[in-house]
């Protein structure tokens, strides 16, 4: 009985002092123990993830396997990760002159198709930090913010979640209120390489906000290696695409520009 009473003694002191210093826990303890692990079990210490496949594709999320929808998705992967390898470029940033353009969708099937190639290590952020949407597309949710690891707060570990065995995605929970604050800041370029240092991913995808809407994306480029640009058939103008090409070529390589929504038909080919 004495020992029961001095065990549960200690087991509310210890949990006491976990509350009055969470962050000291959180980011002293783990990291602590990650830094002793090899990569396999960096990246086996994320928390896994699992979408329904019928929830992928009401999003449009087609590249989990091999398959006809897949194909476009699969062919540009291919050509991404050819050209990403000949310059040596691991960052790839995604991003388009207005929203709603097909940026995040081209994101997550990116991932989920890079996913695929078993000897290949992804990462996907979401930094698309006022209109964040990547959870909402595989209906996740991490624990903490993308912001809370960018300022060092929340251990990368704890907050990205793993898909398969071989992508990690950090998404954001909330819109942030000051979001160029985060995407300019040197702490957010440190965080990056630091991660890049310790999970070696072969290819690093950052979801960003549209280019002539705002600073976000103009603040953020500096930390990609290259950025394809996506405009939509139906909707964005040659002259918002010139545009934004010239705005994205004074930070980062242009890599490609992808058509989405392109249709075989007259009245698509007009409105491009
Ligand atoms: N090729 C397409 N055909 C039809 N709908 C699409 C296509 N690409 C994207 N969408 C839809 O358009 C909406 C906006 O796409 P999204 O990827 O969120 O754009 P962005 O990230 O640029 O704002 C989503 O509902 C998405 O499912
Ligand atoms: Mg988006």
């Given at each position: 009985?004495?020992?029961?009473?001095?065990?549960?003694?200690?087991?509310?002191?210890s949990r006491s002092a976990r509350h009055s210093s969470p962050e000291i826990d959180?980011?002293?303890?783990?990291?602590?123990?990650?830094?002793?692990?090899?990569?396999?079990?960096?990246?086996?210490?994320?928390?896994?993830?699992?979408?329904?496949?019928?929830?992928?594709?009401?999003?449009?999320?087609?590249?989990?396997?091999?398959?006809?929808?897949?194909?476009?998705?699969?062919?540009?992967?291919?050509?991404?990760?050819?050209?990403?390898?000949?310059?040596?470029?691991?960052?790839?940033?995604?991003?388009?002159?207005?929203?709603?353009?097909?940026?995040?969708?081209?994101?997550?099937?990116?991932?989920?198709?890079?996913?695929?190639?078993?000897?290949?290590?992804?990462?996907?952020?979401?930094?698309?930090?006022?209109?964040?949407?990547?959870?909402?597309?595989?209906?996740?949710?991490?624990?903490?913010?993308?912001?809370?690891?960018?300022?060092?707060?929340?251990?990368?570990?704890?907050?990205?979640?793993?898909?398969?065995?071989?992508?990690?995605?950090?998404?954001?929970?909330?819109?942030?209120?000051?979001?160029?604050?985060?995407?300019?800041?040197?702490?957010?370029?440190?965080?990056?390489?630091?991660?890049?240092?310790?999970?070696?991913?072969?290819v690093m995808i950052f979801d960003l906000p549209s280019v002539l809407v705002n600073?976000?994306?103009?603040?953020?480029?500096?930390?990609?290696?290259?950025?394809?640009?996506?405009?939509?058939?139906?909707?964005?103008?040659?002259?918002?695409?010139?545009?934004?090409?010239?705005?994205?070529?004074?930070?980062?390589?242009?890599?490609?520009?992808?058509?989405?929504?392109?249709?075989?038909?007259?009245?698509?080919?007009?409105?491009?």
């Amino acid at each position: 009985m004495e020992k029961l009473q001095a065990a549960l003694d200690k087991a509310r002191k210890s949990r006491s002092a976990r509350h009055s210093s969470p962050e000291i826990d959180r980011v002293a303890s783990k990291p602590a123990k990650m830094k002793t692990a090899g990569l396999d079990e960096r990246w086996l210490a994320l928390t896994p993830f699992e979408v329904q496949d019928k929830i992928l594709i009401q999003h449009r999320i087609v590249t989990r396997s091999a398959r006809k929808a897949a194909t476009p998705f699969d062919i540009l992967r291919t050509k991404t990760l050819l050209q990403m390898r000949q310059n040596g470029w691991k960052r790839l940033a995604i991003t388009s002159p207005m929203p709603s353009s097909g940026k995040t969708t081209l994101a997550c099937n990116l991932a989920l198709g890079l996913g695929r190639q078993r000897d290949l290590r992804s990462m996907l952020f979401d930094f698309d930090l006022r209109d964040p949407s990547v959870h909402e597309f595989f209906e996740a949710r991490p624990p903490y913010a993308i912001s809370d690891v960018m300022n060092g707060s929340v251990a990368f570990h704890e907050q990205a979640l793993r898909f398969g065995d071989n992508v990690a995605v950090s998404m954001a929970h909330h819109a942030e209120p000051d979001p160029t604050r985060i995407l300019l800041a040197e702490e957010t370029t440190e965080k990056l390489d630091s991660l890049q240092a310790d999970y070696e991913p072969d290819v690093m995808i950052f979801d960003l906000p549209s280019v002539l809407v705002n600073d976000d994306s103009r603040a953020f480029l500096k930390n990609a290696d290259c950025a394809l640009i996506v405009v939509r058939a139906d909707a964005t103008r040659y002259g918002q695409f010139e545009t934004c090409q010239r705005e994205v070529a004074e930070h980062t390589n242009v890599l490609g520009v992808v058509l989405n929504a392109f249709r075989h038909d007259k009245r698509a080919v007009e409105t491009a």
